[in-house]
Nanobody, 123 residues
Framework: QVQLVESGGGLVQAGGSLILSCAASGITFSYNAMAWFRQAPGKEREWVASISSGGGTYYADSVQGRFTISRDDAEKTVYLRMNGLKPEDTAVYYC?????????????????WGQGTQVTVSS
């Protein structure tokens, strides 16, 4: 059935870069909007970035100019390139997908979720 599998998390130094990947199966990938969320300990889940089925991209103010979301429909994969990482970026990052192509920022509008991948940024 539907699976979203994140990879690419790890430990990096402040100012470094990392690329997260999310491989999807069981969905018609090209019809769905995709998004990345993150959650730090003791905090609520936070929207990071999303991409519509048509390729439009949207970012939270906290990551604008540093992160880039992209999708490869042939590979059914969404990516998050993170540059200029800061300690406050430390969190578990989750990939999400929704039926419909609009790149919404509300977590409850996404039906499918991965298990998350840990990103830790040291200073």
């Amino acid at each position: 059935q539907v699976q979203l599998v994140e990879s690419g998390g790890g430990l990096v130094q402040a100012g470094g870069s990392l690329i997260l990947s999310c491989a999807a199966s069981g969905i018609t990938f090209s019809y769905n909007a995709m998004a990345w969320f993150r959650q730090a300990p003791g905090k609520e889940r936070e929207w990071v970035a999303s991409i519509s089925s048509g390729g439009g991209t949207y970012y939270a103010d906290s990551v604008q100019g540093r992160f880039t979301i992209s999708r490869d429909d042939a590979e059914k994969t969404v990516y998050l390139r993170m540059n200029g990482l800061k300690p406050e970026d430390t969190a578990v990052y989750y990939c999400a997908s929704r039926r419909g192509g609009s790149a919404l920022s509300l977590a409850f509008r996404y039906e499918y979720w991965g298990q998350g991948t840990q990103v830790t940024v040291s200073s």
